[in-house]
């Protein structure tokens, strides 16, 4: 076996391991904590590990894994979800897929952009788990606004929540659950994926 080969297979096993973990964890209490509207989930770690870890392409794979399993909870009755789904089947899947498939694939642009101008070897690992579940955030919630705003069902949140305006219901919609899950995922993707990174000498 060649180094090239060998590398390549490495990559692919380490690909399938994160994947692995990913799909344990959407259907594990591991994943998700569950709340009236939007569920805090912690599926962001693994994504930005394999994010650092992978590279953009390997973060994409990863968030893809992530919005698949996102789609599947929408068939098994998570109550937003399931909503979205009956609204507006092809939306839905949009949102849950195409959001996340992007989350890692910046997330590794991220840390591999912050290496090269930092100074400090932790700066990178950091900032891309930081970076990872505020892009989940983002971008799911701007999928969201964009294909179901004017829906009666978020117009329902849109009046509970005292809102006049897309930004501002993104913004209270999210709460707290957004900033519980950047923390999460800060301290938790940050340290792991900074000793794998040390194991397995990332570049």
């Known amino acids: 076996m060649n180094k090239n080969t060998a590398q390549r297979t490495r990559y692919m096993v380490e690909l399938a391991l994160m994947s692995a973990i990913i799909f344990i964890m959407a259907f594990t209490p591991l994943g998700y904590f569950r709340t009236p509207g939007l569920s805090i989930?912690?599926?962001t770690v693994p994504v930005a590990v394999g994010a650092i870890i992978l590279g953009p392409k390997g973060g994409a794979a990863c968030g893809?894994?992530?919005?698949?399993?996102?789609?599947?909870?929408?068939?098994m009755g998570g109550t937003f979800g399931s909503m979205l789904l009956s609204i507006n089947p092809l939306g839905t899947a949009f949102t849950c897929i195409v959001p996340r498939i992007l989350e890692g694939l910046l997330c590794g642009l991220v840390f591999q952009g912050v290496r090269k101008v930092s100074s400090s070897k932790n700066g990178a690992?950091?900032?891309?788990s930081l970076a990872c579940p505020l892009l989940n955030t983002l971008l799911f919630m701007s999928a969201v606004v964009l294909i179901f705003y004017h829906t009666e069902y978020i117009q329902g949140f849109v009046e509970a929540?005292?809102?006049?305006?897309?930004?501002?219901?993104?913004?209270?919609?999210?709460?707290?659950?957004g900033m519980i899950e950047a923390i999460i995922c800060f301290v938790i993707a940050g340290a792991v994926?900074?000793?794998l990174g040390a194991a397995l000498k990332v570049a």
Request: charged letters at 5%; hydrophobic letters at 60%; a positive charge.
């Open 64 to 75: 893809l894994v992530f919005g698949i399993t996102s789609l599947i909870q929408c068939f």
């Open 125 to 128: 690992y950091f900032a891309a």
């Open 193 to 195: 994926s900074r000793a």
């Open 41 to 43: 989930t912690f599926l």
């Open 161 to 177: 929540l005292g809102v006049s305006n897309p930004f501002t219901f993104a913004a209270a919609f999210v709460g707290a659950q």
